[in-house]
């Protein structure tokens, strides 16, 4: 059985169709990647998996569990963690005040306190930075912090939504070097990602969808070299690839 599995799922908002059907499978210990242009649903369902929009059909199964019936906010507890497009920091507190709301399934203080540790082990700057006030730091920074707060739940799914959006090639880099260190450590992560060179570098298999179907899916280095995809997402053309 897989980790996490999407069953013929539709998405309505009112009379549109968001998303047309889609199913799809992330294995404990991958990297996936979803990809597509702007609009093409993938926002959509990552909000669906973290049970902030509802289906309109289909079910989605993590670990062998319907999430139907378990609300968002319950969704940490089984171990998925969310890092939504645009990072949505909360501007007005420090850096050590965002990533410790980021561990409010936890009561424990002691265990609160590890996964901070664990967080500025991987984020040095975000340690550094601590007391500063989140809305001051760089976009790259408050990428960083977005996703150390998602790891302070501990979780065993991290989904990530557009980590790269409006960041500089150098920052870009460093995020994917980041996911791939958080990867190492144990964590799978679904990733969906307007930067499909970055992604496909990244990830394992990827799918990629179109105005809410999923047109191809397949190893990712295999899509690397797949013409339509190099044409339609990698910025080449067939004149100049040989």
């Given at each position: 059985?897989?980790?996490?599995?999407?069953?013929?799922?539709?998405?309505?908002?009112?009379?549109?169709?968001?998303?047309?059907?889609?199913?799809?499978?992330?294995?404990?210990?991958?990297?996936?990647?979803?990809?597509?242009?702007?609009?093409?649903?993938?926002?959509?369902?990552?909000?669906?998996?973290?049970?902030?929009?509802?289906?309109?059909?289909?079910?989605?199964?993590?670990?062998?569990?319907?999430?139907?019936?378990?609300?968002?906010y319950?969704?940490?507890?089984?171990?998925?963690?969310?890092?939504?497009?645009?990072?949505?920091?909360?501007?007005?507190?420090?850096?050590?005040?965002?990533?410790?709301?980021?561990?409010?399934i936890?009561?424990?203080?002691?265990?609160i306190?590890?996964?901070?540790?664990?967080?500025?082990?991987l984020?040095?700057?975000?340690?550094?930075?601590?007391?500063?006030?989140?809305g001051?730091?760089?976009?790259?920074?408050?990428?960083?912090?977005?996703?150390?707060?998602?790891?302070?739940s501990?979780?065993?799914?991290?989904?990530?939504?557009?980590?790269?959006?409006?960041?500089?090639?150098?920052?870009?880099?460093?995020?994917?070097?980041?996911?791939?260190?958080?990867?190492?450590?144990?964590?799978?992560?679904?990733?969906?990602?307007?930067?499909?060179?970055?992604?496909?570098?990244?990830a394992?298999?990827?799918?990629?969808?179109?105005?809410?179907?999923?047109?191809?899916?397949?190893?990712?280095?295999?899509?690397?070299?797949?013409?339509?995809?190099?044409?339609?997402?990698l910025?080449?053309?067939r004149?100049?690839?040989t």
């Amino acid at each position: 059985m897989s980790f996490l599995v999407l069953e013929n799922v539709h998405i309505h908002y009112g009379p549109i169709e968001a998303v047309k059907g889609i199913s799809l499978h992330v294995e404990k210990g991958e990297i996936v990647a979803l990809l597509g242009a702007n609009g093409a649903g993938k926002s959509t369902l990552m909000r669906a998996i973290s049970g902030l929009v509802p289906l309109s059909q289909g079910k989605i199964v993590y670990e062998e569990r319907d999430l139907a019936s378990t609300p968002a906010y319950d969704r940490p507890r089984l171990g998925i963690a969310h890092v939504p497009e645009g990072r949505h920091v909360f501007a007005p507190l420090t850096v050590e005040e965002n990533l410790i709301l980021g561990a409010y399934i936890e009561r424990e203080r002691a265990k609160i306190r590890i996964a901070l540790e664990r967080v500025y082990d991987l984020f040095p700057r975000l340690k550094e930075r601590r007391h500063q006030l989140a809305g001051t730091l760089s976009g790259g920074e408050q990428q960083m912090l977005a996703i150390g707060r998602a790891l302070m739940s501990s979780p065993k799914l991290l989904l990530l939504d557009e980590p790269s959006l409006g960041l500089a090639p150098l920052i870009v880099k460093h995020i994917f070097e980041l996911i791939r260190d958080i990867h190492a450590q144990g964590v799978t992560v679904f990733l969906v990602e307007q930067n499909a060179r970055m992604a496909l570098k990244t990830a394992r298999r990827a799918y990629i969808i179109e105005t809410g179907r999923l047109i191809m899916e397949g190893e990712a280095r295999m899509l690397r070299h797949d013409t339509r995809v190099q044409e339609a997402y990698l910025g080449m053309n067939r004149t100049t690839h040989t």
